[in-house]
């Protein structure tokens, strides 16, 4: 295969800058497609600044990307040349431990367990994600895009709308369920559309004023902002579920424990460098949980797929340039993105 164009840095300082890759040609049961669209989450820049453990650089990121097969290796079934596919956080696991067998590819318990979409292979070679022109992955870890879903905007659902999902469903929201997002970035502005799509009443916790119309529009019933004195404590007892996508440090916890109403569960996906301490009568008085979720399975991501082409659920992405990454870093950190940075590899230049 010739060596595609990406778009990788060389240490924490996150400089992007254009590099040629070694993509393999797709083997067994592998397909090899042409990525058009790329987003940006969160989790790159905590990646790729170290913040989550050392990392081999050259680093290049990306977790939830779209395009178009272009070659299909042998035995290669449920895809052919042309068709429209998107990858996620994850490219391969066992298949046969207990979770595998169960659709959670993401927890599996062999060794070395999930493969990561850019993490390391099962030798412990670096891989590469999505800011790429190209991409090889096993079939059964590549989803079918709808034809309905706006090819350019629905990258992030690949993380951002399965992360979302997963949890919504798994503790089935629906309609008569009060939900609170908490955070509307990448991954919340995501989940109140979902959220609403299920029939949930729902409400958008933001850390200012400034998101209130969006949340509107994606759907919230309701909005509250942090910033203004008493917020919290007015809403005492008024969740039966809180998804918290937030990464910044420092939040009250215990205060959102309080906003849940008596077997309600806080579902946190952010994830925030610091450990947090909590006072476990919050969880006491009122019976309530704290839970995480983390991405969600091959199946279920492929149903989100298939959920938000049927209830109209889109992103609302800015488009950039490769030349563009770095920027978005900084400005995804600062929260300054309405609400998700989409690469289009085609401003990539040809040689780097
Ligand atoms: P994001 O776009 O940066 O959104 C985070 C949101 O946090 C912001 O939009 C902001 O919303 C809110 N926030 C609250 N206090 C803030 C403060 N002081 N400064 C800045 N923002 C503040 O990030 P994302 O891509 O949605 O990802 C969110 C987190 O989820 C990250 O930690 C990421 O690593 C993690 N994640 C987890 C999973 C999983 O499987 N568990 C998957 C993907 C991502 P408001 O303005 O509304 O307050
Ligand atoms: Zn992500």
Same mark, same amino acid.
């Given at each position: 295969m010739p060596n595609v164009i990406a778009y990788g840095c060389d240490? !924490? =300082? #996150?400089?992007f800058h254009p590099l040629e890759i070694d993509i393999r040609e797709p083997g067994e049961g592998e397909i090899y497609f042409d990525v058009a669209y790329a987003g940006i989450c969160h989790s790159d820049i905590h990646a790729a600044r170290g913040e989550w453990g050392p990392v081999s650089y050259p680093l290049v990121p990306g977790h939830e990307f779209v395009g178009t097969v272009a070659k299909v290796g042998p035995g290669v079934t449920t895809f052919k040349v042309g068709d429209r596919v998107g990858v996620g956080c994850m490219v391969g @696991?066992? *298949? =046969?431990c207990e979770m595998c067998e169960s659709d959670y590819e993401q927890w599996c #318990? @062999? #060794?070395?367990g999930t493969l990561w979409t850019y993490r390391a292979d099962a030798e412990g070679n670096p891989t590469t994600g999505g800011y790429s022109r190209g991409f090889t992955v096993r079939e059964d870890f590549a989803l079918h895009v709808p034809e309905s879903l706006d090819f350019s905007a629905c990258a992030p659902l690949l993380c951002a709308g399965i992360t979302t999902y997963s949890p919504l469903k798994h503790y089935q929201v629906g309609p008569g369920s009060r939900v609170a997002i908490l955070g509307m970035g990448g991954l919340g502005h995501v989940g109140v559309q979902i959220a609403k799509a299920m029939g949930a009443d729902v409400s958008v916790i933001s850390h *200012?004023? @400034?998101?209130e119309a969006d949340a509107r529009r994606f759907g919230a019933d309701h909005f509250y902002a942090t @910033? /203004? /004195?008493g917020v919290l404590e007015s809403l005492r *007892?008024?969740?039966d579920l809180i998804l918290c996508t937030v990464s !910044? /440090? *420092?939040?009250d916890y215990a205060g959102y424990m309080a906003a849940l109403r008596p077997y309600g569960v806080f579902v946190d996906v952010g994830l925030p460098s610091e450990p947090v301490s909590l006072p476990l009568r919050a969880f006491v008085n009122g019976g309530k949980s704290f839970a995480g979720s983390q991405i969600g399975g091959i199946a279920e991501t492929q149903e989100m797929l298939d959920f938000c082409a049927e209830h109209g659920v889109i992103p609302q992405v800015e488009m950039i340039t490769g030349d563009e990454i770095t920027q978005a870093y900084d400005n995804i950190v600062d929260s300054r993105v309405r609400y998700r940075y989409v690469i289009d590899t085609s401003t990539f230049p040809a040689t780097a």
């Open positions: 240490d !924490a =300082t #996150t400089q @696991s066992c *298949g =046969t #318990t @062999s #060794t070395p *200012g004023r @400034s998101k @910033s /203004e /004195e *007892g008024s969740f !910044a /440090e *420092g939040l």
